[in-house]
C-alpha cells in the first residue's frame, strides 16, 4: 500500500507541476481569481480534513475491540468524504452553468478540471474502500482481533487522498488565485 | 488452480494424460510465479517476432534509394509500432518474466508476496499489447479503413494533436500503453513486497544475487517513471477526446510541456530495460568464470546510483529543442556522471573474467557479446550527451545506431544469453550448444551488419524516421549493408526458435544444477516443483550451493 501510494504520489505530481506551469498563462476566458470562491470550499476542506481524524478515531475503537464505535466513526468518515464529493459537484455545477468555464474553454480550465476532477476520482475509490468495509462490519465480517491491521492499511489510502488535496487546495485556491501581476 | 496435482512438473502443459482444456485451465488460471514468467516470456517473444518482422520490413524499403515498396504512411505506422512493441511489450514483459520467475527462486521464497496481482499484471499486459495491436483493424476513425498509430513512440505533440492524428489510432496507442503500464506498475510494487519481505533465512540484503538487487531497483525506477507516463498519457487522452489544451500551442498549452513529461518517464525507461539484463550478465559471468563476480558490493552502489542518476538525466533527449545552456549543462554533466556507475561495472565484469577459467558456452557468449556491444553503445552515447555533437546528429540515423547498440546489443543479447541459461532449469531439458553457438555468431555478424553501418549513415546526415532518401548522397551503400544483415539475424532467430522446440522435446535431461552454479535457483529440480522448494533454505553467504558443494572451503569465511 506504501508503494501504491508512492505511485500515486508520482501521478498526481505530473498533474501538479503541469499545473504551476501554467498558472497565469491563460491569457483568454474565465481567471482563477473572478470564478474560484474560497467559502464553500473551505467547508468541503474542512470535511475532508477532518474526516482524517474521524477514520482514525475508527481504527482506534476497532483496535480497542469495539465494533460499534468502529461502525459510527467510519459511517461518520463516509459521511464527510461524500459531502465533500457533493460540494465539489455543486461548484463545478456553478462553474459550468454560471460562469462557463468547462475543460475546453482555456488552459486554466483544462488544468482545473483535470486535477481537481482526478482527485475527487480518487476520493470516489477510497469512499468505495469505506463503505465497502462499512458493509463487511455490518455482516459482521469484520473481526476485531484478526482484521484492525487490515483496516488500518487501507484507511492509509484514505489519508493520502487528505494530504492529496491539501497539496491541490493550496496550489489551486491559494497559489493559483494570486493575481497575474503579482506572479509575473 | 484446483487441477494442479500434487507433483507436477513446472510445466503443466506437457504433462501426460492431461485433457486440452484441462492444460489451458491450468496456464490461464494459473497464480504461479514461474508460469506467469514463462508466459510473460513466450508473450514477449511473440511481440518480438512481430516487431522484428515490422523492422525487416522497414530495411527492405530502406535497402534502395527512392524505393517505393511501402508508401509513407505505412512506414510511419511502422516505425511507431516497431519502437512501441519492443520498448513495452517486448523489453519489460521479458525483462519483467524473467524478474517473476527468478526472484522468488533466487532468494528461496515459494512465491511472489501478492500471487493473484501477479496474474492480474500478466493479464493488463498481455491485453494492453492487444488493444494496441487491434488498432490495424478498429482504428478506422476518418480513414475508413483500420491504421495503427503513426506518431513515432514517442508521440510528440502536437503530432498527436486531433488535427494531425486523424482518426482514433493514437487513443489506441494510449490505451493499449496504459493498461499494460497499470500491469508493470502492479508487478513493481510485487516485486519490492517480494524482495523486502520474502526472503528465505540467512539472505540478508548484501547477499541477495546481483539479478534480485538490479530487479529491486527496476522495480523502484518503475514505480518513479511509469506514473508519469501514465498522467502524461491521461492529459493527452483530455486534449484529444475532451478538447482539453494541455498540449496544444494555440492557446497557450505546451508542446514541450509533453517532451519533459515524456522523457521524465523515457530515460528511466531505458534504464528499466538495460538494469535487468546487467543483472543477466551479473549472473552468468561468474558462473562460467569459475570466480566470483568481482566486485560485489561496488556492483550494487552501482546499480543503486544509476537508478537514482537515472532520474535526472532526462532532457538529454531534448538537447535540440533549445533549453538554454544552463539546463543544456546540466543535463550533459549528470549524462556523464551516469556513465561512471555504468563504466564501474564494465570493468567488474572484466575483472570477473580475468584470470578465470572462461568456459564459452553459449550463455557465456552472449553475455560477452553484451559487454562488448554495450559498451561501443555506451561510449557512442556519451558522445551524444555532448551538446555540440548532439545538435549535429540529433534525430539522425547515428542515434538509431546507438540507441540498437544499447537496447540490441545490450538488452536483446541478455535476454538471449539468459534463455540459454535458465532453460534447463524451467524446463528440465539443455538447449543445444552448437546450435546455440551458431545463433550467437549469427546473431553477433548480422547485428554489427545492421547497426553499424547507421552510424556512418548519420554522420553523413541521413535523418531518421524517413521512409527512403534520394540516390549520390553517399547513403545507398551504407543502407544496403544494414539490410543485408537482417536476413543474417533472422536465421539466428529462426534457429533459436527451432533450437526450444527441438529441445524441450530431445534436449539432453538437465539436472538441478548443469551450469554447476552456485545461486539458490539451482539447489531445486529442474523444472522445479509449484511450491519451489520441500524445505525453505537457510543460507549463509552470497554463494549458498558453493557452501554446500565446499564444505571445508564455505564462503560464509570471507564475508
Known sequence: MAMLIFMETLFFSGFIVTYLYYIGKSPFGPQPMD??????????????????????????????????????????????????????ALEWRGLIYEDGLTIRTNIFGTNFYSLVGFHAFHVCVGLIILIG?????????????????????????????DVVWIFVFTLVYIIGRVPQEAVS | MTTVPSHPPALAGRRDGAGFWERVMAWTCSVDHKKLGLMYIGCGLVFFLVGGLEASVMRLQLARANSDLISPETYNQLFTMHGTTMVFLVGMPVLLGFGNYLVPLMIGARDMAFP????????LFIFGGLLLYFSYLGADGLYGAGVAPDVGWFAYAPLTSRTFSRGNPTDYWILGIMVSGFGSMTTAINFMATIICMRCPGMKLMRMPLLVWMMLVVAFLVLVAIPILTAAQAMLLFDRQLGAHFF???????????QHLFWFFGHPEVYILILPAFGFVSEIMPVFSRKVIFGYPLMIAATVGIGIISLGVWAHHMFAVGLGPVLDSFFTASTFLISVPTGIKIFNWLGTMWGGKLEFTTPMLFVTGFVAMFLIGGLTGIMLATVPFDWQLSDSYFVVGHFHYVLFGGTIFGIFGAIFYW?????????????GKITFWLMFIGFTLTFMPMHISGVLGMPRRIYTYELDRGLEIWNFISSIGVPVQAAGILLLIWNIFRSLRKGRIAGPDPWNAWTLEWATSSPPPEWNFDRIPTVTSARPLWDAKNPENPDAHYV
Do not use: Q
Not at chain 1, 461518520?76 to 468524504?81: A, E, Q, S
Not at chain 1, 458493509?135 to 484514505?158: C, E, M, N, Q
Not at chain 2, 496544444?248 to 509533453?258: F, Y
Not at chain 2, 532453460?423 to 546450435?435: C, E, I, Q, Y
Open chain 2, 248 to 258: 496544444n500551442p494555440e492557446v497557450m498549452g505546451s508542446a514541450l510541456l509533453w
Open chain 2, 423 to 435: 532453460f534447463p532449469k524451467a524446463t528440465g531439458r539443455m538447449l543445444s550448444d552448437r546450435m
Open chain 1, 133 to 161: 468495509i462499512f458493509i463487511l462490519s455490518l455482516f459482521g465480517h469484520i473481526k476485531p482481533a484478526r482484521d484492525h491491521g487490515r483496516v488500518d492499511v487501507a484507511t492509509w489510502y484514505w489519508h493520502f487522498v
Open chain 2, 116 to 123: 493473484r496481482l501477479n496474474a492480474f499484471g500478466f493479464w
Open chain 1, 35 to 88: 470564478v474560484l470562491e474560497l467559502g464553500p470550499v473551505i467547508v468541503n476542506s474542512v470535511c475532508l480534513i477532518s474526516s482524517s481524524f474521524t477514520v482514525i478515531f475508527a481504527v482506534r475503537a476497532l483496535r480497542r475491540g469495539s465494533v460499534g464505535a468502529f461502525r459510527v466513526w467510519l459511517l461518520v468518515t463516509i459521511l464527510l468524504g461524500i459531502e465533500f464529493i457533493v460540494g465539489t
